[in-house]
C-alpha cells in the first residue's frame, strides 16, 4: 500500500492501491447529516494555524498565538497538552505531493520506564479530540503496568487542525486524503519520531526496542487491527476494542444492528420491547391519521418552524420520526454501561413502559423530551418544542440511507467516510421493536450522489479488497485482541470468537460499546466480567510482549 509510493521508509505493507474514484463534480455544501455518533464531540472548524515550515517533531502549546519551535520544551508529562506534529504529509501516496500539514495528538511519558519499554498508540477516530487522552484503561492502568509511553493521535480531518488550509476541501481533494490509509500512514510517520524522540530502537532485537501496542475502540478499533494487519513491521500488537471488521467486510448481516438493540433494552428493563414496538406501530398510524403535518408535528410538542422541508406529508413524518427513535435508542445502546437506571437505554426504556394512561403520541413526546434532557448540548436552549431537525436534515437523507447519526460538524466528514469506503449496511428488520426500515446499495448511493455529486460512488469492496481483512483466520496476521461487548449493537458485526492462537476475542456480557476503554472508568462500578477482562487484557498483552522479546532474543 504504501512502498509503491515509497511515502514510508522500511515498513512492510500488505495488499494493493485503493481504489480511486475520477474526481468529478465539486461539493454543494452539505446539512448535517444523519449520522453516528460513535465518539464524537462537537466542534467548530476553523482553518489550520499551524502552517507547517520546519522539519522534524515540533511540541506546541495548544495556543494559537505562539508557534514553540524550541524542542527542549518538549514535554510529555501532561496527557491532556495538545502537541503539534508539523511535518504530516498531506498525501502519503503522492510521491510528488510533499505538502504537510500540521496533526494535532497528545502524548505522555508519565509511566515511561524508558527504551525498551512499550508505547501505546491510541488511535483517533471520527471525532475532535479536544480534550485529551479518550482511555483511562489505557493511560491510568496498562501504562504503569507495562511502563509504558502514550500517544494519541487525532484522525486526519477531524477537529480544528486540517490537513488542508484556508479553504475547504474539495471532494476530490477528500476522495484521495480522507481514507483509512491516509490515517495509518499518519501514525505511523508521527508515532515514528515520536519513537526516535524518546529513544527508542526501531531495530526489534535491540534491547532498546519499543514495542508498539496500538489501542482503538469502534472506527478505531478497526483501524487498530488494521494497522497491525497492514503495517506488521511497525506495529507489534493490536487491542481492538467494539472493531466492526464484518461490518466494514459486507459479511455481517444488515438488520442484526437493531435486533440487538433491541434485545439489550430488553435485558436492561424487562417488558421494554414489547412496549415499544406496540407503542411505535400505533404512534406511527396515528401520525398518519393526523390532517397535515404541522398537526402532526404540534401533536409532539415538536417545533413547527424547524420541520425540514423535503417532509410535506404526514407518511414521511412519521418515517422520520421512527427513524430518529430507533437512532436515539442505538445511541443510548452504545453508551449502555454499566447496566443500572441511570442508563439512557433504561430510561427511554421507562418513557414507554410507565404511564400505562397515556397515549402513543404522548410516550412518543415524553421519548423526545427525554432525549432533550439527557442530551447536555441541547438542553440550554430554551425551546419548549422539540427539534426535530436536529436529528434529521434538510434533504430526504434518513429513511434508507447512512444509518447512524451526529449533529457536529465531524459528522459531515464522517458521513462522508460512510459515502466512500466504510459502507455499513445496516437495516431494522421486523423482529427488532422498531418499525422496519430497508437497507440498500442502490438508496445509499443515490443519496451520496445526492449529497457530493457523482464522483462519490459508495465502494463497498473497496477497503477489504485493499487491506485483505476478511481472511484473518487464514491470513498470518498474528497478536491481535478482539474485545466486544455483547450488548452493543456493533457486537452483530465484530469477530466474537478467537481465529488463531494470536487472534483473540474476549467478549464481555454486560458491556456495551468499547466500555473496556470507557471513558470513565475502571471504576468500583464496574461489572464483574468487565473487571475479569482488565486482568485478562494485560495477561494476554503481557505474554506477547514476552513472545515478541524471545522472538528475537
Ligand atoms: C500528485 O501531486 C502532484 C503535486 O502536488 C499533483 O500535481 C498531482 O496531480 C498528484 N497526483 C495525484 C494522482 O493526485
Ligand atoms: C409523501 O412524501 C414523500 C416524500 O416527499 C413522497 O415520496 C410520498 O409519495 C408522499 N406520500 C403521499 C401519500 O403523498
Ligand atoms: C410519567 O408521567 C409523569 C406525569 O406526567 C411524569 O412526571 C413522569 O416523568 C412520566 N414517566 C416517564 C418515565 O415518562
Ligand atoms: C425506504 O424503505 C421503506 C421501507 O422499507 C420503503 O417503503 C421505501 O420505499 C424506501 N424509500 C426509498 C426512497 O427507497
Ligand atoms: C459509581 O456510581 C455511583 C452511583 O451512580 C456514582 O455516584 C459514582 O460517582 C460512581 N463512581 C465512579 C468512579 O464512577
Known amino acids: 500500500m504504501t512502498n509503491s509510493y515509497g511515502a514510508i521508509d522500511g515498513y512492510e505493507s500488505v495488499g494493493t492501491q485503493p481504489q480511486q474514484h475520477n474526481p468529478a463534480e465539486r461539493s454543494r455544501s452539505k446539512p448535517w447529516i444523519i449520522i453516528a455518533g460513535v465518539v464524537l464531540c462537537i466542534v467548530v472548524i476553523f482553518n489550520n494555524p499551524w502552517a507547517s515550515s520546519s522539519a522534524s517533531l515540533h511540541l506546541v502549546p495548544n495556543n494559537l498565538d505562539s508557534d514553540d519551535d524550541d524542542a527542549a520544551s518538549a514535554d510529555f508529562t501532561d496527557e491532556n497538552r495538545a502537541l503539534f506534529y508539523h511535518d504530516q504529509l498531506v498525501d502519503h501516496f503522492n510521491a510528488s505531493d510533499t505538502s504537510t500539514w500540521s496533526n494535532r495528538y497528545y502524548a505522555s511519558t508519565e509511566y515511561f520506564k524508558g527504551p525498551g519499554h512499550p508505547i501505546f498508540l491510541i488511535v483517533g477516530g471520527e471525532g475532535s479530540l479536544d480534550h485529551g487522552m479518550l482511555y483511562p484503561f489505557v493511560t491510568q492502568h496498562l501504562a504503569p503496568y507495562f511502563g ?133 406501530r400505533e404512534a406511527k398510524k396515528l401520525i398518519e391519521l393526523l390532517p397535515s403535518v404541522q398537526d402532526a408535528v404540534k401533536s409532539m410538542n415538536m417545533c413547527v418552524d424547524k420541520v425540514p422541508e423535503y417532509i410535506t406529508n404526514v407518511t414521511k413524518l412519521s418515517e422520520e420520526v421512527m427513524t430518529a427513535v430507533s437512532f436515539i435508542f442505538a445511541d443510548y445502546n452504545m453508551d449502555a454501561y454499566p447496566p443500572g437506571p441511570d442508563l439512557g437505554l433504561y430510561k427511554a426504556c421507562q418513557v414507554f413502559q410507565e404511564n400505562k394512561t397515556k397515549s402513543p403520541l404522548e410516550k ?70 422498531f418499525p422496519p426500515r430497508k437497507w440498500s446499495y442502490e438508496d445509499l448511493t443515490e443519496y451520496c450522489h445526492r449529497e457530493y455529486g457523482q464522483s462519490v460512488t459508495p465502494q463497498p469492496f473497496a477497503l477489504v479488497q485493499n487491506l485483505g481483512f476478511d481472511k484473518l483466520d487464514e491470513s498470518d496476521a498474528s497478536y491481535i485482541l478482539f474485545t466486544n461487548g455483547i450488548q452493543d449493537m456493533w457486537s452483530g458485526g465484530s469477530y466474537l470468537e478467537d481465529l488463531s492462537d494470536t487472534i483473540l476475542a474476549l467478549n464481555f456480557e454486560n458491556g456495551a460499546h468499547h466500555s473496556d476503554l470507557s ?9 464483574e466480567d468487565i473487571r475479569e477482562g482488565f486482568v485478562k487484557i494485560s495477561n494476554i498483552l503481557e505474554r506477547w510482549l514476552h513472545e515478541i522479546r524471545n522472538q528475537y532474543n
Open 519 to 527: 471513558h470513565v472508568g475502571p471504576s468500583e462500578n464496574d461489572t
Open 148 to 280: 509504558a509511553a502514550v500517544i494519541e493521535i487525532e484522525h486526519r480531518f477531524y477537529g480544528p487542525y486540517q490537513p488542508i488550509v484556508g479553504r475547504k476541501a474539495t471532494v476530490e481533494e477528500l476522495i484521495e486524503l480522507l481514507t483509512p490509509q491516509q490515517a495509518m500512514a499518519d501514525m505511523v510517520r508521527l508515532a515514528s519520531v515520536f519513537k526516535d524522540r524518546i529513544d527508542c530502537s526501531s531495530h526489534r532485537p535491540s534491547t532498546e526496542y519499543c514495542p508498539v501496542i496500538s489501542v482503538g475502540g469502534s472506527y478505531p478499533g478497526f483501524l487498530s487491527a488494521m494497522f497491525r494487519l497492514v503495517y506488521p513491521n511497525f506495529v507489534d500488537i493490536s487491542y481492538a476494542a467494539s472493531a466492526p471488521l464484518k461490518l466494514y467486510d459486507q459479511s455481517a448481516d444488515p438488520y442484526v444492528y437493531y435486533d440487538i438493540v433491541t434485545k439489550a433494552a430488553e435485558r436492561l428493563s424487562p417488558g421494554c420491547a414489547h412496549a415499544v414496538r406496540t407503542t411505535l
Open 364 to 433: 412518543v413526546t415524553n421519548f423526545f423530551q427525554l432525549s432533550r434532557e439527557l442530551d447536555e448540548e441541547k438542553s440550554a436552549d430554551e425551546d419548549t418544542c422539540y427539534d426535530i431537525s436536529l436529528l434529521l436534515t434538510d434533504s430526504d437523507v434518513s429513511g434508507n440511507t447512512t444509518t447512524e447519526w451526529s449533529d457536529a460538524i465531524d459528522g459531515n466528514m464522517w458521513d462522508f467516510q460512510l459515502c466512500t469506503t466504510l459502507i455499513d449496511p445496516i437495516g431494522v428488520s421486523s423482529d427488532s421493536m
